[in-house]
């Protein structure tokens, strides 16, 4: 009515949920009024409640105020903690790449020192502009130096 709403504090209904943890059914009962978004009038209209009927159903759900600021405190604790196990678990993937990476850098290196040494000139043959190249490994490469 309008003597309530002149009377009592107004809260939004996204303000509401997220002060007293009440879900959209929770609110469904009470009264509501609707008015222009201040912040962009092509938005979707707020929906202001009385604050004194969203406590009223606040206690009833949780039982006291004490008891929501609990409820609210384990929540942040949780996504903290959520958190922190994300971030972890990515270093922990980032680690892994790493030393993967690392590890197949290492193993190419011995693998192409291995081949330069199994791959050693046995003979170079020079006839004016070409030469002939031949490897241990029976790999010949001709050319023509410019």
């Not at 929501?68 to 680690?95: D, G």
Request: glycine share 4%.
């Amino acid at each position: 009515c309008n003597f309530c709403k002149s009377r009592d504090p107004l809260i939004t209904k996204a303000k509401a949920k997220k002060l007293y943890l009440l879900s959209d059914t929770d609110l469904a009962h009470l009264g509501s009024l609707r008015r222009e978004n201040p912040v962009k009038p092509g938005w979707t209209p707020m929906c202001l409640l009385l604050q004194s009927q969203v406590e009223e159903t606040a206690m009833k759900k949780h039982g006291s105020l004490s008891a929501i600021e609990e409820e609210r405190y384990s929540k942040i604790s949780q996504q903290v903690l959520k958190r922190r196990k994300v971030s972890a678990k990515k270093e922990e993937q980032a680690r892994s790449v790493e030393e993967k990476t690392k590890a197949v850098r290492e193993r190419l290196d011995r693998e192409s020192d291995n081949a330069g040494s199994s791959c050693e000139l046995k003979l170079e043959i020079q006839n004016g502009d070409k030469v002939r190249r031949t490897y241990a490994d029976g790999t010949t490469i001709e050319y023509e130096e410019i």
